[in-house]
């Protein structure tokens, strides 16, 4: 999955809408747990391979996740 631009000075980065998308998408593919788990595994693989720049964009994908987790109502909550 590449929702990376690369910005006019040569950085990779990701713009909120993108980030929240991208959150959305993995949601939506794999269930809110499981795609917590997909986002992490991937910014870890970043890390581990020097990829700075994409760790850092990957995990705001999965903060981004993490806030989408949060915001879901327990079980036992009654829905408005």
Known sequence: MDIVRTTKR???TL????M???AGT?????GIDQAAFVA???TDALLEQGDTEGYFVW???TG???DLRR???AEDEPLH
Do not use: S
């Open 26 to 30: 993995l949601v939506a593919m794999y």
């Open 15 to 18: 713009d909120d809408l993108d």
């Open 59 to 61: 995990k705001r994908v």
């Open 64 to 66: 981004a996740i993490e």
């Open 40 to 42: 992490a595994q991937r």
């Open 20 to 22: 929240w998308r991208t």
């Open 71 to 73: 915001m879901k109502p």
């Open 10 to 12: 040569g950085l990779r």
